[in-house]
Nanobody, 125 residues
Framework: QEQLVESGGDSVQAGGSLRLSCAAS????????MGWFRQAPGKEREGVAR???????SYADSVKGRFAISRDNAKNTLYLQMNSLKPEDTATYYC???????????????????WGQGTQVTVSS
C-alpha cells in the first residue's frame, strides 16, 4: 500500500488559487492511476479529478475549467492546481492511488486503495 502525504491546503478568498501536492512513497508511482477527492462536513467524499498512467485527465463537472491535475513521475508527486476558487470548494482534499493490479482509471472511490490524510482548503466569500 502506498503512503501518500498531501500538502498545500490553506484559507483563501473566493477567486483565489491554491496548488495542492501529494508526495507518494512508492517506487512504481508511474504505474498507478491517481486521483484527488474532497469531503465537506456532512457530505460524502466526492471525486474531483483523476489522471491515468499515460497522463490523461478527467474532472468532475463542478471543477472543469478551474482545476488542473498533473503528475511528476520523476518526483513521485501528484498536483492539483485550483483556480477561481469558490466557497463551495471548501473541503478536506485527499489524494488517492488506485488499487494494485486494477486496470483502467476512474473517479469512483472504490477504485482507489490508498489514501492520504487530507489537507484542508477553506474558501471565504
Amino acid at each position: 500500500q502506498e503512503q501518500l502525504v498531501e500538502s498545500g491546503g490553506d484559507s483563501v478568498q473566493a477567486g483565489g488559487s491554491l496548488r495542492l501536492s501529494c508526495a507518494a512513497s512508492v517506487a512504481t508511482f508511474s504505474s498507478f492511476c491517481m486521483g484527488w477527492f474532497r469531503q465537506a462536513p456532512g457530505k460524502e467524499r466526492e471525486g474531483v479529478a483523476r489522471i491515468d498512467r499515460d497522463g490523461w485527465e478527467s474532472y468532475a463537472d463542478s471543477v472543469k475549467g478551474r482545476f488542473a491535475i498533473s503528475r511528476d513521475n520523476a518526483k513521485n508527486t501528484l498536483y492539483l492546481q485550483m483556480n477561481s476558487l469558490k466557497p463551495e470548494d471548501t473541503a478536506t482534499y485527499y489524494c488517492a492511488a488506485s488499487r494494485i493490479g486494477v486496470p483502467g482509471c476512474s473517479l469512483s472511490k472504490n477504485f482507489f486503495g490508498s489514501w492520504g490524510q487530507g489537507t484542508q482548503v477553506t474558501v471565504s466569500s
